[in-house]
């Protein structure tokens, strides 16, 4: 008997409507989590476009201070509000998004003739991916510092603190992480409310001191700036990349407050009061070109100044929370699609399924922001290295995006040129100049994003190359139940439940043939469980199940197919308690039954599979692999794990 229920893809378009209330809170909640990082460029991109330290430094001259406001204003338009807002949030998977969502429409939608273009782009986005772990290093290093610099314009003399507080603001934040977000995050929405109403403020007493600052928002200032100094403007967009930093997780975080709510977000207060900040920044370098060493905390009246650098310290762990959380959700996809292996992943709420905390995940992130921290010791220094990884991520999304446009959504190919190419052109740009930083510390997300490249891939690689070997040593389940048929008095059975753990149904699981084969002996009920992970973020547990007798329904023999969604953590007992027992061949019993593992022994062999260094890259991965029992929630004190060697 097979039970098997379509899921269909959920749009935001077709959900029901949802009450005002609730939309609100969904709103909130999006401003105290997706907005974060973007909602914190203001306090160091104008400071670093300006910095004289910078050997590529923009002179302070008026014609300069209007060609980069007006520079940030359009970047920001079309890269945040044009690429991301309006065109990518349009592209989700099953309601996700996300750089892992468009490697999975990639594929999905490739033509049978362009399989190759797209596993080509597929690698693209997993390089992309890749490079999401270098900035998920360095967004809560530039963050924190940058909102504590802000003490030095308070207090000269506390300057030499910066970098021992900023430490100790990183190491409290990760330390909190296994307690999870549900209780804080319920303060962060207001908090970055009163952050983005603060700096509007702020923005507008500056612009009142020089209004005709507001002229930059007129893209003549920025093409002519291009134009008419292009040396020293193509220099500053290194610089002014800073103001999207934080725009892919716009894109990520859909899943969780839909598209209509991140969309008004920003553009009802998170855009107008950037916006805002930007041109009081611009007009107050203006008044005084002395003010650009720190144009945002200098934008605060003095008295207002201590509890800014504080509230810009609660918004930047705030940005530095999102981005870490980023982290977690793209390491659990990444190992549900094959990328990585078993993660342990810990749920930190009942209520909300995507509030999760994966300990090696985050004590390796916290080793390397802190490792940041004290040797870069600025936000400036960092921030060469920091424009690096976001550009090459919006410029891989803009490529999926533009394949999608012919592939998925049809349109005509003069459309999609039309509208990729100018995208495409000011990302490139971007990428172009972020490539003289290179010896500044743009090498830093690049040798980051490679190394996380490698090991994903090599591990995809090689966990390909062992199924393959695996499926030589089980054989064929079919010609193995024949042969416990036509031998049945040959093992022993034994009352009880027994559960085999395999990837399909083509082959037998290891421990079953070892347990027949050496011991002699067979389970009264034997149930073979398979669990697929799909390229889609979640499945109802009532669909997608398919049970098959095997060909035989008086054996006490059946497998079981289940799926699961890759955001969805496998949950083995509860899977099996759902059956119904005229479709398992008799009751399962699930309070006495033995689970059975096969575990795998890796060696590196002689065969051409894969370069010598990747197969001992790959079983070293191999050890790092969460204990399958705790991954599928099975009971440890009725586990059995039966191993087996193999060469790659």
């Known amino acids: 008997m097979g039970i098997d229920v379509d899921s269909s893809e959920r749009s935001e378009t077709e959900a029901p409507d949802v009450h005002p209330a609730a939309r609100s809170g969904l709103v909130l909640g999006a401003l105290g989590v997706v907005f974060g990082d973007i909602g914190t460029s203001p306090i160091y991109t104008l400071r670093t476009v300006f910095d004289p330290a910078d050997p590529h430094a923009v002179p302070v001259r008026a014609e300069n201070v209007f060609g980069v406001v007006s520079l940030v204003f359009w970047s920001v338009m079309i890269i945040v509000t044009v690429t991301y807002v309006l065109i990518a949030m349009r592209a989700d998977n099953d309601g996700e998004g996300g750089i892992m969502a468009l ?58 603190l910066i970098v021992p507080v900023t430490a100790l603001i990183i190491v409290a934040l990760f330390v909190v992480q296994r307690r999870g977000t549900a209780t804080v995050g319920r303060l962060f929405g207001p908090v970055m409310v009163v952050w983005f109403l603060t700096i509007a403020a702020c923005g507008i007493g500056g612009i009142r001191r020089d209004p005709a600052i507001l002229r930059a928002l007129s893209p003549t200032y920025a093409l002519g700036f291009l134009a008419g100094h292009f040396g020293v403007a193509f220099f500053a967009l290194a610089a002014i990349v800073l103001a999207v930093t934080g725009a892919e997780a716009l894109y990520a975080d859909m899943g969780h407050f839909g598209r209509r709510s991140i969309t ?44 800014v650098v504080v509230l810009a310290t609660a918004a930047t762990v705030i940005a530095s929370q999102a981005v870490i959380t980023g982290a977690y959700s793209v390491a659990s996809q990444a190992a549900q ?95 172009a100049a972020n490539l003289t ?17 490698t090991i994903m891939t090599t591990w995809r690689r090689g966990r390909e190359v062992v199924v393959a070997e695996r499926e030589r040593q089980e054989g064929s389940l079919t010609e193995f139940i024949d042969e416990l048929r036509q031998h049945r008095a040959t093992p022993d059975t034994v009352e009880g439940t027994a559960v085999f753990l395999n990837r399909g149904k083509r082959t037998a699981p290891l421990a079953l043939r070892a347990n027949v084969e050496r011991n002699h002996v067979r389970h009264g009920q034997i149930v073979i469980l398979s669990i697929d992970t799909e390229p889609v973020p979640r499945i109802s547990p009532d669909e997608h199940v398919r049970i098959d007798h095997l060909g035989y329904t008086d054996d006490g023999i059946v497998h079981i197919a289940t799926k699961v969604g890759y955001m969805q953590t496998p949950d083995v007992q509860a899977a099996l308690a759902r059956l119904d027992p005229a479709d398992t061949e008799g009751v399962l019993d699930l309070d006495n039954a033995s689970y059975f593992l096969s575990k795998v022994e890796l060696h590196a062999g002689p065969a051409r599979t894969m370069p010598r260094w990747r197969k001992k890259l790959f079983i070293a991965i191999s050890y790092t692999a969460s204990d399958a029992a705790d991954h599928f929630r099975l009971p440890r004190e009725r586990t059995v794990t039966m191993g087996s060697r193999i060469e790659i």
């Open 264 to 307: 008004r977000a920003w553009l009802f207060l998170v855009f107008p009061a950037c916006v805002l900040s930007y041109l009081g920044q611009g007009a107050l370098v203006l008044a005084d070109p002395a003010h650009a060493a720190s144009p945002f905390f200098l934008l605060v009246p003095e008295w207002g100044r201590l509890p």
């Open 437 to 453: 930083k290179l010896v500044h510390g743009a090498w830093l997300p690049l040798l980051i994003g490679i190394t996380v490249f």
């Open 337 to 431: 699609l094959g990328y990585l292996p078993r993660l342990r992943i810990v749920h930190t709420s009942e209520s909300t399924i995507g509030q999760i905390y994966v300990p090696g995940i985050n004590w390796l992130l916290m080793v390397s922001v802190l490792t940041l921290v004290f040797a870069f010791r600025s936000s400036t220094a960092l921030a060469f290295a920091f424009g690096m990884a976001v550009t090459c991520t919006i410029t891989i999304t803009t490529l999926l995006l533009s394949y999608l446009a012919r592939a998925k959504w049809q349109l005509p190919l003069w459309v999609t040129v039309l509208g990729a190419v100018p995208l495409l052109t000011v990302d490139l740009l971007f990428v």
């Open 103 to 160: 490697i999975t429409l990639v594929r999905r939608w490739a033509p049978p003739g362009e399989r190759r273009t797209a596993i080509v782009l597929a690698g693209l986005g997993i390089f992309g991916a890749s490079l999401f772990f270098g900035d998920s290093m360095i967004t809560p290093a530039i963050s924190v510092l940058s909102a504590v610099e802000g003490v030095q314009i308070v207090e000269p003399s506390l300057a030499r």
